[in-house]
């Protein structure tokens, strides 16, 4: 009878530390997964980050070459300026921005606003046909055609790898392993208003 309690006993340490082990592999497994995931977003960030900052270096160049034939627009200049006084001139911010939606929020409004700035930029060449046809201003034109392009592929892809990301650390078991360690839902960029969209950039 002893030797039945005792068995029994084993099995159940056995069954135990059975369970315990495959506990520890597949949160082993899913924190890898998931550091790689948060990674990915991180990485995509910067990448998002360069874009902006591409943008924010044309910015000075295109004022400088509009204001040598429209001076007297002054209100476009001055929300250009405001718009960037309140980036500071650079847009490299912390990857934590990703962790707290009403941030990224923030930064995109910012954005969003030299955007608008840019826009109405190029929008006085339809006044301007000396503008419209300095080698300059077009070749400036081209160059934020391409920025433009390539900041609305890489916040998709930002927004893809949240996705994934955000969806790993809420299926079971990456879900006790994101509890555990702490990993947190990250922030997607939201689509934007009508009103602030990327600048339409014509020839």
């Known amino acids: 009878m002893k030797n039945l309690k005792f068995n029994l006993k084993s099995n159940r340490t056995v069954q ?6 495959c506990a520890l592999v597949l949160s082993g497994c899913s924190y890898n997964s998931l ?6 977003v991180e990485s995509q960030w910067a990448n998002v980050e360069s874009q902006y900052q591409k943008r924010m270096d044309l ?15 002054e209100s476009v200049f001055t929300q250009i300026a405001d718009s960037r006084s309140r980036l500071g001139g650079t847009v490299t911010i912390d990857s934590s921005i990703t962790d707290d939606p009403e941030k990224l929020a923030q930064f995109q409004s910012a954005q969003d606003q030299i955007g608008m700035g840019i826009g109405r930029l ?4 339809e006044n301007y046909p000396d503008l419209k046809a300095n ?10 055609e391409g ?3 390539r900041i609305a592929v890489e916040r998709k892809r930002y927004n893809d790898m949240v996705g994934q990301y955000n969806k790993a650390i809420q299926h079971f078991p990456a879900s006790i392993t994101a509890g555990m360690f702490h990993f947190e839902k990250k922030a997607y960029f939201r689509s934007e208003s009508a009103a602030a ?6 020839f």
């Open 122 to 125: 190029l929008s006085l060449s």
């Open 197 to 202: 969209s990327a600048p339409k950039v014509e």
């Open 147 to 149: 920025i433009e392009n």
């Open 59 to 73: 910015v000075p160049n295109l004022v400088a070459t509009v204001k040598g034939y429209a001076s007297h627009e």
């Open 16 to 21: 135990a530390l059975c369970v315990l082990v």
């Open 135 to 144: 080698t300059a201003f077009l070749d400036l034109q081209s160059q934020l």
């Open 35 to 40: 550091v790689d995931m948060r990674e990915n």
